[in-house]
């Protein structure tokens, strides 16, 4: 099992991050992943600092944050994963990641041995900030904004659209980038290069000159990173798209794009059950077709297209019907809610994440194709 936590030694008042492998120097990622992660401050930022007690302030919190989160979900999950989900897939296959926002933190925790990780979501794409153009009180500032736009990962597990919207559309924190940054960070991991593309018409990836910001331009940030202790180079596409049937027809090239991945397992979780319509089937249909398993909460794809001569259903924790936030009646799935009560081999669910965080009736379901 893996250790999550990092060494955090206190010497003459300030905090430092101990790492036995040295980064690369010239990544300007690398470097602002290291400085929102608060293990050190880049030599353009630290050159325009003549007080540095907003940094040690900084450390502090994402020190004892990162502590609480990893001992009590954290390290639970990857306990739950190598004994439930590690032993039935296979684990170097892509991980594909509909509806996933900048939450690379618990689909690594889940599926930590791929070398390719699809992203899928509406929020922008991003970009780091210029700190050689901040000031003191500039940088300061946005370290407040960026400790403020991961708020809802710590508590609920899961990023809140609308808060996205306004956490990552504005002109301190841009786009997902950053967020996905600092969670590498946090899980030592060393960036390795980035850049942005597109998927043209043909399905192939191109290099892109510049950010149109239009979901049908199948535009995506591309992130190559290892672990600390690795020599093996991973990646990681967030495409801005419109997964919805409407935005895969006005981007045939991309649809294309992720019916030629191949095989992958999925993951889902709080994805608004916007799986349950109509108007995802084509999303829908490309994972069930192309997925060797899925895990997924209730929000992912309803338990009606499991059929018992293809999927293999484990499930766990307890099922119960939606919170208030999505109101809809039909969200609720009886089939499913009768297998929970009847199933011999229901298991409980140590760890909470999802949307009935409050309360921890959460659940997972594990579907491992036939």
């Known amino acids: 099992m893996k250790n999550h936590l990092f060494s955090f030694v206190i010497f003459f008042g300030l905090i430092s991050i101990s790492f036995s492998q040295e980064t690369n120097p010239h990544s300007i990622y690398e470097e602002f992943a290291r400085f929102v992660s608060g293990k050190e401050i ?9 007080d540095t007690t907003f940094w040690v302030n900084y450390q502090k919190k994402i020190i004892e944050d990162w502590q609480n989160l990893d001992s009590t979900r954290l390290k639970v999950i990857v306990e739950w994963r190598e004994t439930e989900i590690a032993p039935y897939i296979t684990e170097n296959l892509p991980v594909f990641y509909p509806f ?20 899928l979501a509406q929020e922008m794409l991003g970009k780091i ?8 009180k500039s940088i300061s500032e946005y370290l407040d904004k960026f400790y403020y736009s991961i708020r809802d990962i710590y508590m609920r597990s899961y990023f809140i659209t609308a808060r996205m919207n306004t956490d990552l559309h504005n ?10 940054l600092f969670f590498m960070s946090m899980t030592n991991h060393e960036i ?4 942005y593309e597109y998927v043209d018409s043909k399905a192939e990836i191109k290099p892109l000159a510049r950010i149109s910001g239009r979901f049908s331009a199948s535009e995506c940030v591309t992130i190559k990173f290892k672990e600390y202790n690795s020599n093996i180079t991973k990646t990681l596409r967030y495409f ?44 829908r249909n490309i994972i069930l077709k192309y997925s060797k398993s899925i895990l997924q909460d209730d929000t992912g794809i309803p338990f009606k297209y499991f059929t018992a001569d293809k999927w293999e259903v484990r499930i766990y924790g307890k099922y119960v019907k939606p919170i208030a936030d999505f109101p809809n009646p039909g969200l609720f799935q009886k089939d499913l809610d009768k297998y929970y009560h009847e199933s011999e081999n229901l298991k409980s669910l140590p ?14 379901l594990f579907i491992i194709r036939k």
């Open 42 to 50: 880049p030599a353009l930022v630290r050159e325009k600092l003549n």
């Open 100 to 119: 996933s926002g900048p939450d690379f933190l618990h689909c690594w925790s889940f599926f930590p041995n791929s070398d390719n990780y699809i992203f």
């Open 129 to 136: 900030p210029d700190f050689s153009k901040m000031n003191q």
């Open 171 to 180: 002109e301190k924190i841009s786009g997902v980038l950053p967020v996905l």
């Open 192 to 195: 390795i290069d980035v850049k």
């Open 240 to 283: 801005r798209c419109d997964l919805s049937n409407d935005g895969l027809n006005a981007a045939p090239g991309f649809k294309m794009y992720l019916e030629n991945v191949g095989d992958f397992n999925t993951y889902v979780k709080s994805a608004s059950y916007l799986l349950h319509y109509e108007t995802f089937s084509a999303i």
């Open 351 to 364: 760890f909470s994440i999802g949307y009935h965080w409050r309360s921890g009736d959460q659940n997972q």
